[in-house]
């Protein structure tokens, strides 16, 4: 049965008729069909799309079953999650813009981190995590364990030993709905990210072994098979907000098991859709047209492709309010 339209749908089906605007409805109306026709979903987030607040729309599709695998980057696993326990510490400066080299060493000084217009403070939200994982890394160590970076975060969130510390309504962390459903994630480049660093810090001073954290060839061990599974039928469809490491590194596992494991009859992602703010460009991956990825082995010919040139945390919650008929 068809899906009825809610007001924001109708808003844009009314709306958004032309140029950026049209695609972002034709990109939508694409990824229900999809998933209506009992197509798989990953969605990919770079960027700082957790501290964007986008786990008030994404975690609503993790629950309705939207979305069935998440390829993130690591400051946007653990920046949901600081969002979480330390909301109303945030400090918002509209006039980012304006702010001096001074001002900016004064809120370093304060122990703000600035994103864009949104400062996290380090000690109510890094460090309010940072004892709990601490103890799960050692644990897990003293145990002859080894985990993912998001199993870490799946065991924490689980544990209940940040209830107390919830500063926002729960339903909106994308990382507790994805807790919730074991949904599957990669997380490449972890490293690079503050929980990442934290990590490697210890390692350098002898208090954690490495390989206490699984590493990213084996994420992409582990993505390989996943592929292979759930790639049949409608096969898999690939949503990607932004680019980057976050994007690329799951969309190369399809040309891998062709070329490099040397497997057939393994298709190719089924649908393709990305909002970026990085224009066609020389040499940039973030700006390349999907035409490109068939050259790559990533997409098909027929693959059902979209590029949405606009801002994410605009375009975003309103094809997954498409999506979920609102």
């Not at 729309?57 to 980057?73: N, Q």
């Not at 047209?289 to 945390?313: F, H, M, R």
Request: hydrophobic share 40%; proline share 3%.
């Amino acid at each position: 049965m068809k899906q009825k339209k809610g007001p924001v749908s109708q808003f844009l089906e009314h709306n958004f008729l032309h140029f950026n605007a049209a695609t972002v409805v034709d990109a939508a109306q694409a990824y229900a069909a999809h998933i209506d026709n009992k197509g798989s979903m990953l969605i990919s987030l770079a960027g700082a799309m957790s501290t964007a607040e986008l786990g008030i729309s994404l975690a609503e599709m993790i629950r309705e079953g939207k979305v069935d695998i998440i390829s993130c980057t690591g400051a946007n696993l653990e920046e949901d999650i600081m969002n979480l326990v330390a909301h109303t510490q945030y400090k918002r400066i509209p006039n980012y813009r304006d702010l001096t080299a001074q001002d900016e060493l004064d809120l370093l000084h304060s122990h703000y981190n600035r994103v864009t217009d949104t400062c996290i403070p380090e000690e109510d939200a890094f460090r309010k995590i940072q004892r709990h994982i601490e103890r799960l890394w050692k644990n897990a160590e003293e145990n002859g364990e080894r985990y993912f970076p998001h199993e870490y975060l799946y065991q924490l969130l689980r544990s209940g030993v940040l209830e107390k510390e919830y500063d926002i309504d729960p339903k909106n962390s994308w990382m507790l709905a994805a807790a919730e459903r074991n949904l599957p994630l990669v997380v490449p480049g972890w490293e690079d990210s503050t929980l990442g660093n934290i990590f490697a810090s210890y390692v350098i001073k002898g208090e954690l072994q490495a390989a206490t954290v699984k590493s990213g060839i084996e994420y992409m061990v582990w993505l390989a098979g996943y592929y292979e599974q759930h790639a049949v039928g409608q096969g898999i469809g690939f949503f990607q907000i932004g680019g980057g490491i976050a994007g690329d590194f799951s969309m190369c596992v399809a040309p891998m098991l062709v070329q490099d494991l040397e497997k057939e009859d393994i298709l190719k992602w089924r649908y393709y859709c990305q909002i970026t703010d990085s224009t066609t460009s020389y040499g940039s991956y973030s700006g390349c047209t999907p035409n490109e990825k068939i050259t790559w082995g990533k997409l098909d010919v027929d693959t059902p492709s979209y590029v949405i040139e606009s801002d994410a945390t605009i375009v975003a919650p309103l094809i997954f309010a498409w999506i979920l008929g609102k």
